[in-house]
């Protein structure tokens, strides 16, 4: 059992992570992606700008990592949910790993309950068509359970890790998508 926990931890950081966000799909119309930014100053008089709470905006490279991240989440609890619509919010190895995840999940009866947070999102480089973004995952409000609704996340998981995303400019679009992401950083 711990064997199929641990194992169970890893696919579930690496679909809890290579999460997508946006439209279509399942019609029940909630979104339960928290998202949140630790940027605010706690005194009153700091003159240091507190920074908005990102977005699912697909027109920013930081928005384009909260509807990753959205899209994630309600894939995974959606067991027949259209895997396609990745498409909307990532491109390359995000949306591979991502299919590939879900795909997994879906084989053994798995899903997920609850929500990402998403905590600290920031850009931290860019060029013309790439940035990256780094976020602060936490899962403490997230569980992936099988098809009794038992749990089968590991007893260890950690419940916030920092995670750096890989973010490209479609111009035809004028959108960003997630590409690619580097997970399992430390914890945040």
Same mark, same amino acid.
């Given at each position: 059992?711990?064997?199929?926990?641990?194992?169970?931890?890893g696919?579930?950081?690496?679909?809890?992570?290579?999460?997508?966000?946006?439209?279509?799909?399942?019609? +029940?119309?909630?979104?339960?992606?928290?998202?949140?930014?630790? #940027?605010?100053?706690?005194?009153?008089?700091?003159?240091?700008?507190?920074?908005?709470?990102?977005?699912?905006?697909?027109s920013?490279?930081?928005?384009?990592?909260?509807?990753?991240?959205?899209?994630?989440?309600?894939?995974?609890?959606?067991?027949?949910?259209?895997?396609?619509?990745l498409?909307?919010?990532?491109?390359?190895? #995000?949306?591979?790993?991502?299919m590939?995840?879900?795909?997994?999940?879906?084989?053994?009866?798995?899903r997920?309950?609850?929500?990402?947070?998403?905590? +600290?999102?920031?850009?931290?480089s860019?060029?013309?068509?790439?940035?990256?973004?780094?976020?602060?995952?936490?899962? #403490?409000?997230? +569980?992936?359970? +099988?098809?009794?609704?038992?749990?089968?996340?590991?007893?260890?998981?950690?419940?916030?890790?920092?995670?750096?995303?890989?973010?490209?400019?479609?111009?035809?679009?004028?959108?960003?998508?997630v590409?690619?992401l580097?997970?399992?950083?430390?914890?945040c």
């Amino acid at each position: 059992m711990t064997r199929v926990r641990g194992l169970v931890g890893g696919a579930a950081a690496v679909l809890l992570l290579a999460g997508c966000g946006g439209g279509g799909g399942d019609t +029940d119309g909630t979104s339960s992606t928290s998202t949140s930014s630790s #940027a605010s100053s706690s005194d009153p008089t700091s003159a240091e700008p507190t920074a908005a709470e990102p977005t699912a905006d697909q027109s920013t490279a930081t928005g384009a990592v909260v509807a990753f991240v959205e899209m994630s989440d309600k894939l995974a609890r959606s067991p027949r949910g259209d895997l396609t619509q990745l498409s909307q919010v990532a491109r390359g190895d #995000a949306r591979k790993d991502k299919m590939e995840t879900l795909t997994i999940y879906r084989s053994k009866g798995w899903r997920s309950k609850g929500s990402t947070g998403l905590d +600290d999102v920031r850009q931290t480089s860019s060029r013309k068509d790439e940035a990256k973004v780094s976020a602060c995952i936490d899962y #403490a409000d997230l +569980d992936v359970v +099988d098809g009794t609704g038992e749990s089968v996340v590991a007893d260890d998981r950690q419940e916030r890790v920092l995670h750096t995303y890989t973010v490209v400019h479609d111009a035809k679009a004028d959108e960003w998508f997630v590409s690619a992401l580097e997970d399992g950083g430390p914890s945040c």
